[in-house]
């Protein structure tokens, strides 16, 4: 119980800390095109850090499966309410690029900025957890704040369909979620991340996020740095590709009706354009 509560401090303190140097920016820099870059990369540390610290919390801290998934969909929603327009997801911003809603410069330099914050997210929570602020901050200092096995429980190609299809079935969902007030698509948003992660969280931890994936999946040992790609990388990519083909072109071609693109986050949730 004492490890959970620190945990879950620690989870509202990386939350409190990242809105308010998301506040700060927009305060300091407003009107500014590039500010976007500034969100993404906050947005994308605070996904990747509390991240960290529930796979911390459910492998070593002995969370219960219940209480695991309840902690997924309230972070879940506390993100979807708090990226303001960032995307936070790779797959979201080729998404962008293919439908031609975001440049290549653009999209480029967002990615660039979710996998930049999904390093700095990789050295700054052992930092955090040297502070030795629970026994399962201290448990952990024995590894070397490093994950001791393989996130991958299934051969390769079986792990990288189930991320294709968990990135499929969130791309899929949110556009057909489009006409939903944000205070009801969050929530539905956020219920069918934990829903994914109860299916495949066995698997693969189901992350269907590239930058994510690179932030708390690549530094475990057990798999290649070429099959950990295949499998966080190139499995959501082929998922939000199949899902674009089926919403841009064949859903278009049955019903003679054309799709709205929509700009997604680490969490599949419909945000306003910025550039």
């Not at 219960?64 to 960032?86: K, Y």
């Not at 590894?143 to 969130?170: D, I």
């Not at 499998?231 to 019903?255: R, T």
Request: proline content about 5%.
């Amino acid at each position: 119980m004492a490890d959970l509560t620190v945990s879950l401090s620690i989870l509202v303190g990386i939350v409190v800390l990242s809105e308010f140097a998301r506040r700060t920016a927009l305060y300091l820099f407003p009107n500014r095109e590039w500010i976007i870059y500034m969100l993404e990369f906050i947005s994308t540390f605070q996904l990747c850090a509390c991240t960290h610290e529930l796979k911390l919390l459910a492998e070593l801290g002995g969370l219960d499966p219940q209480t695991g998934l309840t902690l997924t969909f309230i972070i879940s929603v506390v993100h979807g309410f708090s990226f303001r327009g960032a995307i936070c997801n790779p797959t979201g911003a080729l998404e962008l690029l293919s439908r031609g809603t975001l440049p290549w410069g653009c999209a480029l330099a967002r990615v660039s900025c979710q996998l930049t914050a999904a390093v700095v997210s990789r050295w700054v929570m052992p930092v955090a957890w040297a502070l030795a602020l629970s026994d399962l901050h201290q448990r952990h200092s024995l590894t070397g704040f490093r994950c001791s096995s393989s996130p991958v429980n299934a051969p390769v190609l079986q792990a990288a369909a189930v991320e294709l299809s968990c990135a499929f079935v969130m791309h899929t969902a949110v556009n057909n979620a489009e006409k939903l007030e944000e205070k009801y698509r969050v929530p539905a948003v956020a219920a069918l991340i934990t829903t994914l992660v109860y299916a495949g969280g066995h698997l693969t931890g189901a992350v269907f996020n590239p930058a994510l994936a690179f932030s708390i999946q690549f530094p475990c040992p057990g798999n290649t740095f070429t099959e950990y790609s295949f499998v966080y990388w190139m499995g959501p990519i082929l998922g939000m590709s199949a899902s674009l083909l089926l919403s841009d072109k064949l859903i278009p071609a049955i019903s003679g009706k054309s799709t709205i693109p929509l700009q997604l986050n680490s969490n599949g949730l419909k945000k306003k354009k910025m550039k």
